[in-house]
C-alpha cells in the first residue's frame, strides 16, 4: 500500500492534476496494476478507460467593486474574494448588480423554510451564508433543532454547491458566499485553491443556465460588506436562522468582469472487471471507488508548489488496488462481479463519479452497492470505524458484522456538521438511488489518549487538508488502514455472494428513487 502511496503521490506524478502530465502517469499506472492482477478490461469496449469530458475553464484575476452611491470599495482577488463563471464562454460580468442577503439562501418546503419569500431577485446578487440555518431546539435553546435540517449535521441545504443551484434557478446573475470557517468546514485557504483552472463536465447549454459569477468573499470582507450596507452582520446571521427572514436589499451593487481561458479534454475514470461465478447474477455489480486525480500544480506554499494529495486520495486509491488484489487471491470468485472504479476530477466537484453515475457502463438496476474510499486512516489501529451517514441503508449492517468480527464498533460521524456525506464519490450513486457506503477511519485509537483522533484530525485539516503539506510522512502507521480495507473487502465480498440486494433504510432520502428503479427495471 505505501508503495502505491509513495508513486502516486510523488513529485513526478505532479499532483495528479486532471488533464496534465500527472494525468497520463496516474492512469497509466493504474492500468498496468489492473492487468497485472489478471483483471478485465472493465469497460465494455475492451479497455480500462472510461473517457470524461471535461471543460477546464481558468479565470484571470479581477476585483469586484462594491459601490454605494459615490462610495466604492475594491475586493482584493485571492486575498479578499475568489470568484468564478461556469459560463463556457469568453467572460460573464456582473455590471452594477444590486446586492440582496438572503440569509442562507435556503428553500426547504419540507422544513417549511423559504428564505426568499416573495422577492423576486432575477438580475440581482446574492449574498449568503454557508451551512444550513442553526434553528435551536424549541426545548433546549443552546442546541440545534435535530427537527430542522438535522440538527447538528449539514444536509444537502447547506453545501455550498446548493446554494449557487438555487441561485441560478433564482434567476440571480450572481451568488457570493461570505465565508466562515466553522460553518464551511475548512478555512479560506482552501477557497482559494479555486483561483486556478476549475473543471466541468460538458453540459448541452454551456453552462448558461448558471448564474454569471459565483464566488465567495472573506468573513472580513462580508462584515465590512454589511456595515458599507448599515447593516450588521451578527444582527442579520441571527434573523436568518428563523422562518421570518426576509432578503434584505443592501443598496449597494457589485461589478466584476471574469476573463476566462478554456479548454477542453478527455480525462479518464480507470476501471477494471472482476467477473462474478453464478451466470445470472454475474450481471450484478458491486463498485469499489477512489478518486485519483487531486489538486496538480497550484499556488506555492512555502516555496512548494505541487499538491501531492497523499492521503487525498493517494491513500484511497492505493487500498482500491489493494482490494482488487485480495479479490484475485480467492479460490473462486463471488457469485456477484466486482467493479473496481479509480474517479477523475473529484476535487473539481465529484466530476469523474457524476459522469458514471450518469453515464454509467453496467445499469444501475444492476448496481448492488457502491463502497467509496476517501484518504485512509494513517495514524495506527481503531477500535471504531465510523460511517458517515449511519443508518441509511443496509450496507452499515455489513460493516458492523465484519467490524464485529475483529473486535471492532462502527460509530456515526463526529463531525456532521461538515457535511461529507455530500463530499465525496459515493454521493453520486447515491443521488441515483445505488445504496453507497461513505466509511472513514475511526477516532478511538489503540494504545492512544482519547483525544488523539480528533488531535490528529485537526491537525490534518489545519494544516494538509489541500496542501502542498498533504505527503507522505515517515510517521506514518498503516497498519489501521489496513483493518479497516479488510472491512471493505469483507462487505463487498458477502454483498457479492447474498441472497438479496442490499437497500436503503425506511424514510431515507435516496429509497424512493432506488425502488422505483428497480420496479422499472424487472
Ligand atoms: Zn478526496
Known amino acids: 500500500m505505501l508503495d502505491h502511496i509513495k508513486t502516486l503521490s510523488s513529485d513526478e506524478f505532479e499532483g495528479r492534476g486532471p488533464g496534465t502530465k500527472g494525468e497520463d502517469l496516474t492512469v497509466d499506472y493504474l492500468t498496468d496494476q489492473f ?18 469530458p471535461l471543460v477546464g475553464i481558468t479565470p484571470t484575476p479581477a476585483p469586484l467593486i462594491f459601490k454605494k452611491g459615490n462610495e466604492t470599495k475594491q475586493l482584493k ?9 461556469k459560463h463556457v464562454a469568453d467572460s460573464a460580468s456582473l ?29 440581482k446578487t446574492l449574498v449568503m451564508l454557508v451551512n444550513d440555518p442553526p434553528v435551536p431546539d424549541p426545548s433546549k435553546s443552546e442546541e440545534l433543532d435535530p427537527k430542522t435540517f438535522g440538527g447538528k449535521a449539514m444536509t444537502y441545504y447547506g453545501r455550498w454547491t446548493y446554494k449557487y443551484e438555487i441561485a441560478a434557478q433564482k434567476g440571480a446573475a450572481g451568488a457570493l458566499i461570505i465565508h466562515e470557517t466553522g460553518p464551511a468546514g475548512y478555512p479560506f485557504d482552501v477557497v482559494q485553491q479555486k ?30 460588506l454589511l456595515k458599507m450596507a448599515n447593516q450588521d452582520f451578527d444582527a442579520l446571521k441571527k434573523q436568518a436562522a428563523t422562518r421570518d427572514f426576509k432578503p434584505v436589499a443592501l443598496g449597494v451593487t457589485a461589478s466584476m468582469t471574469i476573463k476566462n481561458t478554456l479548454r477542453t479534454i478527455d480525462s479518464r475514470n480507470v476501471v477494471a472487471k472482476l467477473e462474478g461465478r453464478d451466470p445470472a447474477l454475474k450481471n450484478e455489480y458491486v463498485v469499489y471507488t477512489a478518486h485519483w486525480d487531486h489538486l496538480g500544480i497550484g499556488p506555492a506554499v512555502n516555496g512548494d508548489r505541487i499538491y501531492n494529495g497523499a492521503q487525498d486520495n493517494a491513500s484511497g486509491t492505493a487500498g482500491l488496488l489493494e482490494i482488487a488484489r485480495a479479490f484475485t487471491k480467492l479460490p473462486q470468485p463471488p457469485k456477484r462481479s466486482i467493479l473496481f472504479l479509480s474517479v477523475t476530477a473529484e476535487e473539481q466537484g465529484l466530476l469523474g463519479s457524476e459522469y458514471y453515475a450518469v453515464t454509467p457502463i453496467y445499469p444501475l438496476t444492476k448496481t448492488a452497492a457502491n463502497i467509496n474510499m476517501d484518504g485512509l486512516n494513517v495514524y495506527g489501529r481503531t477500535k471504531d470505524i465510523t460511517l458517515i451517514g449511519l443508518g441509511a441503508s443496509e450496507l452499515d449492517d455489513y460493516v458492523r458484522d465484519a467490524a ?8 456515526p460521524d463526529p ?15 447515491a443521488k441515483q438511488g445505488v445504496p453507497a457506503l461513505d466509511p472513514d477511519s475511526g477516532i478511538e485509537y489503540v494504545g492512544k489518549p482519547a483525544d488523539y483522533g480528533k488531535k490528529v484530525r485537526d491537525n490534518y485539516t489545519e494544516h494538509d487538508y489541500h496542501q502542498p503539506s498533504d505527503i507522505v510522512r515517515p510517521d506514518w502507521d498503516l497498519s489501521g488502514a489496513r483493518e479497516d480495507l479488510k472491512v471493505f473487502f469483507t462487505v463487498g465480498y458477502r454483498i457479492a455472494e447474498a441472497n438479496k440486494l442490499p437497500e436503503w433504510k425506511p424514510g431515507n432520502e435516496f ?10 427495471g424487472q
Do not use: C
Open 415 to 429: 463531525e456532521p456538521e461538515k457535511g461529507f456525506y455530500y463530499r465525496s464519490d459515493h454521493f453520486n450513486f
Open 404 to 411: 464485529g468480527e475483529q473486535g471492532r464498533i462502527i460509530r
Open 511 to 520: 429509497k424512493a428513487k432506488r425502488d422505483a428503479m428497480l420496479k422499472g
Open 95 to 123: 455590471d452594477n448588480s444590486e446586492l440582496v442577503f438572503v440569509g442562507y439562501g435556503v428553500v426547504a418546503p419540507e422544513y417549511n423554510w423559504d428564505d426568499y419569500k416573495d422577492v423576486d431577485v432575477k438580475g
Open 35 to 52: 492487468k497485472k492482477l489478471g483483471l478485465k478490461p472493465g469497460n465494455a469496449d475492451g479497455t480500462f478507460i472510461q473517457k470524461v
Open 195 to 224: 483561483v486556478t483552472e476549475q473543471f466541468d463536465l460538458v453540459t448541452p447549454d454551456k453552462n448558461m443556465g448558471r448564474v454569471n459569477i459565483e464566488g465567495w468573499i472573506s468573513t472580513d470582507q462580508g462584515r465590512a
Open 77 to 85: 482577488w485571492r486575498d479578499d474574494v475568489v470568484a468564478w463563471t
